[in-house]
């Protein structure tokens, strides 16, 4: 009788699967621990998000980007809105979660990470939007 699952392609193909835990293979086992990310976050009220923008960009443009274009234009968009007197905050989101997908692939990302978790948690606080640590695969970092 056929083996009832393909067993010969182990790959995973996923949407968004932020904090899960993935794992292919035989008679494996895991332990994974998950915690709370905002306890890495600072208070919303304490947050300039115009100065965190501008610390952003520049340790986000210091990074080996292959699309710099695409990533100088996210953080444009972040920008003219928080430059606003009632920033549109799903806006800035959307517009900071296009940079993570491209900052993500730069070839020298995992080691500067530290240097973006900061910035990255005070705007994930001004706009209530925890998810954004794990959209620059920052969720682990305190």
Avoid: C
């Avoid at 494996?28 to 306890?39: I, L, R």
């Avoid at 234009?73 to 920008?79: K, Q």
């Avoid at 993570?100 to 530290?114: E, G, K, L, M, S």
């Amino acid at each position: 009788m056929a083996h009832p699952f393909d067993t010969s392609n182990r790959s995973v193909n996923a949407g968004t699967i932020a904090g899960a835990t993935v794992m292919t293979g035989d008679n494996n086992s895991a332990s994974t621990t998950t915690g709370d990310v905002t306890a890495h976050m600072p208070p919303a009220g304490t947050v300039n998000p115009r100065e965190e923008l501008a610390s952003l960009r520049e340790r986000v443009l210091a990074l080996e980007l292959a699309d710099r274009g695409r990533v100088e234009r996210a953080l444009a968009d972040a920008e003219e809105e928080a430059q606003k007197d009632a920033p549109d905050t799903g806006e800035i989101g959307d517009a900071l979660e296009r940079v993570a997908r491209y900052t993500r692939t730069a070839a020298d990302f995992a080691d500067n990470a530290a240097r973006l978790h900061p910035h990255v948690a005070a705007l994930a606080a001004w706009l209530s939007n925890p998810q954004l640590l794990a959209a620059f695969g920052l969720a682990g970092l305190a």
